[in-house]
């Protein structure tokens, strides 16, 4: 006949068990939310708009693990939200090892929303996802030396044509970094630096002239080769991005 401490040991069990599964149904709608963010920030990586929208759906799971008492979810997104701490001190670019690395971030998360679905969680610390998260600070030298191919930067605020340009790039053999606008390529080139650049001269906010004119105004950037993009063929505007230093002009 079980006791009346037996009694409350299995209503502390059912109340575990039915706030697990509320969780787990909402931690599969923030794990979506996580993957579609990460597309964006490996579409655009340049862009510190989706590194942050990443960095807040991570700061949002260490948030809600916590409130629902799953401290092993709060160990791990903090790890992650460590990763990105530690991009921004040193200025690190997203180039494709760490991004690789984000991603095996997000695709641990499905292995703790199978664990919530059975009630509980317990972060796996032999992981080699769980481990490189750990040594990220320690072992930056294989983030910021990757050996790749040569890297053009590729500016353009037209989605169509900045992927239709990547893909036809990137089969030629080229490590191409998209940005959407001038102000997310600036922002890229503070922390990595591409062979060549490829620059659309029509963009809203700042256009193709007032990005190459801080280009050029940068002593550390003066000698990137630019080549400037246009749908236009204006001989005015030719002459004027060869005499500002662009090395060619593409129509």
């Given at each position: 006949?079980?006791?009346?401490?037996?009694?409350?040991?299995?209503?502390?069990?059912?109340?575990?068990?039915?706030?697990?599964?509320?969780?787990?149904?909402?931690?599969?709608?923030?794990?979506?939310?996580?993957?579609?963010?990460?597309?964006?920030?490996?579409?655009?990586?340049?862009?510190?708009?989706?590194?942050?929208?990443?960095?807040?759906?991570?700061?949002?799971?260490?948030?809600?693990?916590?409130?629902?008492?799953?401290?092993?979810?709060?160990?791990?997104?903090?790890?992650?939200?460590?990763?990105?701490?530690?991009?921004?001190?040193?200025?690190?670019?997203?180039?494709?090892?760490?991004?690789?690395?984000?991603?095996?971030?997000?695709?641990?998360?499905?292995?703790?929303?199978?664990?919530?679905?059975?009630?509980?969680?317990?972060?796996?610390?032999?992981?080699?996802?769980?481990?490189?998260l750990k040594t990220?600070?320690?072992?930056?030298?294989?983030?910021?030396?990757?050996?790749e191919k040569k890297?053009?930067?590729?500016?353009?605020?037209?989605?169509?044509?900045?992927?239709?340009?990547?893909?036809?790039?990137?089969?030629?053999?080229?490590?191409?970094?998209?940005?959407?606008?001038?102000?997310?390529?600036?922002?890229?080139?503070?922390?990595?630096?591409?062979?060549?650049?490829?620059?659309?001269?029509?963009?809203?906010?700042?256009?193709?002239?007032?990005?190459?004119?801080?280009?050029?105004?940068?002593?550390?950037?003066?000698?990137?080769?630019?080549?400037?993009?246009?749908?236009?063929?204006?001989?005015?505007?030719?002459?004027?991005?060869?005499?500002?230093?662009?090395?060619?002009?593409?129509?």
């Amino acid at each position: 006949m079980p006791t009346g401490i037996d009694n409350i040991i299995d209503e502390e069990s059912e109340v575990q068990r039915q706030m697990s599964q509320t969780y787990a149904l909402a931690f599969s709608g923030k794990v979506d939310k996580i993957k579609k963010a990460y597309m964006g920030l490996s579409a655009n990586p340049a862009s510190g708009e989706f590194a942050a929208e990443v960095e807040n759906c991570y700061q949002d799971i260490m948030g809600s693990g916590g409130s629902f008492g799953f401290h092993d979810i709060t160990e791990y997104a903090s790890l992650v939200l460590n990763v990105f701490k530690v991009i921004k001190n040193n200025k690190m670019a997203f180039n494709s090892r760490v991004l690789e690395l984000i991603w095996q971030s997000v695709k641990y998360l499905e292995i703790i929303s199978a664990q919530l679905k059975r009630g509980k969680v317990a972060l796996d610390i032999s992981n080699a996802t769980v481990i490189k998260l750990k040594t990220f600070e320690t072992d930056l030298v294989h983030y910021t030396t990757e050996s790749e191919k040569k890297k053009i930067l590729l500016v353009d605020d037209d989605p169509d044509i900045l992927r239709l340009v990547e893909v036809v790039l990137k089969r030629s053999g080229f490590n191409v970094v998209t940005a959407k606008n001038g102000p997310d390529a600036l922002s890229y080139l503070q922390t990595d630096m591409p062979s060549m650049i490829l620059l659309d001269v029509a963009m809203p906010g700042m256009n193709g002239f007032e990005v190459l004119s801080q280009l050029r105004s940068l002593e550390n950037l003066k000698a990137v080769p630019v080549m400037m993009l246009t749908a236009r063929s204006q001989k005015e505007e030719i002459i004027k991005a060869i005499q500002m230093g662009a090395q060619n002009y593409m129509v």
